[in-house]
């Protein structure tokens, strides 16, 4: 019956292309919708995974939550270095990250921080060590892929965010040296360039030798500094400034008094990535709510087409169906033949459509590195895609099932005596 | 297999198309049913491969009451018009008629009627491609790969022209000899009486002969 079925759709292939497009396009539409929210989401998720507030010049939270967790954004402004210090002799909290940015390596931006970084993010070298010294990176696994670096080579920063290589603004005078290369964590460290605060000072000839001095002492006062929170870092600062914390609680109070602490006290704000994440999806969730209802929309249109195929081809059909009964064909084969059809269709166009949506998000991954940043992969289905293809599967036989009863209903004899 | 046909009795609404009647076919006999156009002859041929229920009477093949599972065992249809499934060529049609009668598929037997019939040439010909002998033959072939053990035509030669009509009742005659199963030919065309060693008529919803 499935050849039958199949001899049916070949015999009209116009139709059934077309019926097949349509299901494949609203699929397409629908498993990109799944892929991207998925994945936008579970990067999210990942890359504020442990940070549960980060403290930042004066601005928007969302714009301080994008630059210094996901990078993709110009940061807020300058903090002043003791902050990190004032933060972390609070006993509510556990961990704290420093952030300095500023400049990038073709396009991969240059973090200066320090050792909690690579636990904040739980990061594993594949090669090399750590940065220990002055001018010393470790590269994260995408920015060694792409760049082809490797351990020993020499880099220049270029200043702001952007790939701004032969741009006249290279720190000539002072070359990074990779030490390290990250092993893949999945999250945004892979396409990042760490190293310490301190050199990205020495990039920008910021003097920190008083800081040095007296780096782990927490009582050390630097009035100098406090004031200096220019609204875009971009400009060089000429303090030694920081340009977000990222801030790990150690219990649940902390995350009551903490926030409330630095925005009452001093002249930086604290932005809760966790809220500002949930906002984000919650604009993601709204735009690609309008765009599933209309790739519904056109999966049932499919749906539809499917049905007026198959009903006109009951009708053209009689003849053929009459004769199979008288054949031998049972009813209930003759309106399998008609399932089948509808349910083949359907399938193909799913499966077309499925097969597509991830060969145009592989294609565009290669070409466009922003959509790899925002951890877009080519072939990693989410749950998601299972329910759609049975979904407009089930849309086929749904289609298919009134043709089909009507076929079932055929009196071969009467069918015989007017032909 | 003897066809046993009696005191069948058929009405369309307050139409009576067949008012009693009964035949008997032995095993391997060939038979021409003879009636004007009107005088039911399709609707008995209905009755006797069991497509229509009479409102009296009974047919038998070998003693066994027709119906859907016997046709399809036993019994093999040529029709006028409906000759082939239309989205399938010739051979593929053959090998589903076996499928569907006995569910499985005998190539050889397939390719020794398309042989017999002289279409060969025309195996991989769909439906819409075959010249009106051609088809016809096609048909044939279709009711002929079952080995049923009763064939029946209706109007087998009607849309055939005079040089077609007789290849193709001698083709059906030859067919049902050779693969030792009755033979009954409803027809309107008394030019096939003399092909015929028997012949029924039906008029007035009897038969007789
Ligand atoms: N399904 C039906 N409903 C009502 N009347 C019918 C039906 N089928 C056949 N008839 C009528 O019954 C009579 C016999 O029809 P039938 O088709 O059996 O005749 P026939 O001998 O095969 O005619 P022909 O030589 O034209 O094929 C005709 O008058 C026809 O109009
Ligand atoms: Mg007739």
Same mark, same amino acid.
């Given at each position: 019956m499935i050849s039958l079925a199949l001899a049916y759709l070949r015999d009209r292939p116009l139709t059934t292309a077309l019926n097949v497009l349509l299901l494949a396009i609203s699929v397409a539409m629908l498993v990109l919708l799944l892929q991207f929210g998925e994945q936008a989401r579970e990067r999210l998720e990942r890359d504020a995974a442990g940070v549960d507030l980060v403290v930042g010049a004066k601005g928007s939270p969302l714009q301080l939550i994008l630059s210094s967790i996901f990078h993709i954004d110009q940061p807020t402004g300058n903090i002043p270095h003791n902050s990190l210090d004032r933060l972390r002799s609070n006993?509510?909290?556990s961990r704290v990250v420093p952030l300095a940015l500023g400049d990038n390596f073709r396009g991969f931006r240059i973090v200066g921080t320090d050792a909690t970084f690579a636990q904040s993010y739980s990061l594993e070298l594949a090669e090399g060590a750590q940065f220990d010294g002055p001018m010393q990176a470790v590269i994260g696994s995408r920015v060694a892929e792409e760049t082809g670096a490797q351990l020993g080579q020499r880099f220049i920063g270029n200043h702001g965010f952007a790939n701004g290589n032969g741009d006249g603004q290279g720190h000539d005078h002072a070359p990074f040296e990779t030490v390290g290369i990250l092993a893949p964590?999945?999250?945004v460290a892979d396409r990042l360039i760490l190293t310490s605060v301190e050199s990205v000072w020495d990039v920008h000839g910021i003097s920190h030798d008083h800081l040095e001095e007296d780096q782990e002492s927490h009582d050390h006062d630097n009035g100098e500094t406090t004031n200096a929170s220019a609204p875009q870092s971009h400009i060089p600062s000429l303090e030694p400034d920081l340009t977000a914390l990222l801030v790990t609680y150690r219990n649940a109070s902390a995350a009551i008094r903490v926030p409330a602490m630095v925005n009452r006290l001093t002249e930086m704000q604290a932005a809760v990535p966790a809220i500002e994440t949930a906002r984000l999806l919650e604009l993601l969730d709204a735009s690609i709510e309008g765009i599933r209802v209309f790739a519904w929309l056109l999966a049932a249109t499919g749906g539809l087409a499917i049905f007026v195929a198959l009903l006109n081809m009951a009708r053209g059909r009689e003849g053929d169906l009459a004769l199979l009964r008288v054949m031998g064909a049972s009813p209930i084969q003759v309106f399998a033949t008609v399932i089948l059809e509808g349910v083949i269709a359907a399938a193909v166009g799913a499966v077309a459509g499925w097969i597509g949506a991830h060969a145009l998000i592989g294609i565009v991954r290669s070409q466009f590195a922003t959509l790899t940043d925002l951890g877009l992969t080519a072939w990693a289905p989410v749950s998601g895609e299972a329910f759609l293809i049975l979904a407009v599967i089930a849309i086929g036989a749904l289609a298919a099932l009134i043709p089909a009863a009507q076929v079932y209903r055929i009196d071969p004899a009467r069918v015989l005596a007017r032909s | 297999m003897q066809l046993e046909v009696s005191g069948i009795g058929l009405s369309y609404g307050d139409t009576r198309v067949l008012r009693d009647v009964s035949l008997v076919l032995d095993s391997g006999e060939q038979a021409l049913l003879l009636g004007a156009s009107g005088s039911g002859k399709s609707s008995l041929l209905n009755v006797i491969c069991g497509l229509q229920t009479p409102d009296s009477g009974t047919v038998t093949l070998g003693d066994q009451p027709v119906h859907d599972g016997v046709r399809k065992a036993h019994i093999g249809i040529i029709f006028q018009t409906l000759r *082939?499934? &239309? +989205? *399938?060529n010739v051979r593929a049609n053959l090998l589903l008629a076996q499928r569907l009668a006995n569910g499985v598929q005998n190539a050889a037997k397939v390719d020794e009627t398309l042989e017999q019939l002289g279409i060969n040439h025309r195996a991989? +010909?769909? %439906?819409?491609? *075959? &010249?009106q002998g051609e088809a016809q033959r096609a048909a044939i072939a279709r009711a002929l790969v079952v080995s049923p053990k009763l064939l029946i035509a209706d109007e %087998?030669? &009607? +849309? *055939?022209?005079k040089g077609n009509t007789k290849v193709v009742a001698e083709m059906l005659i030859e067919a049902a000899r050779s693969a030792g199963a009755s033979l009954l030919i409803a027809t309107h065309d008394d030019r096939l009486t003399s092909q015929f060693g028997r012949t029924l008529m039906l008029e007035n919803g009897k038969v007789t002969g």
């Open positions: 006993p509510a909290v964590s999945g999250t | *082939l499934v &239309s +989205a *399938l991989k +010909a769909r %439906p819409f491609e *075959l &010249s %087998p030669t &009607s +849309a *055939l022209d």
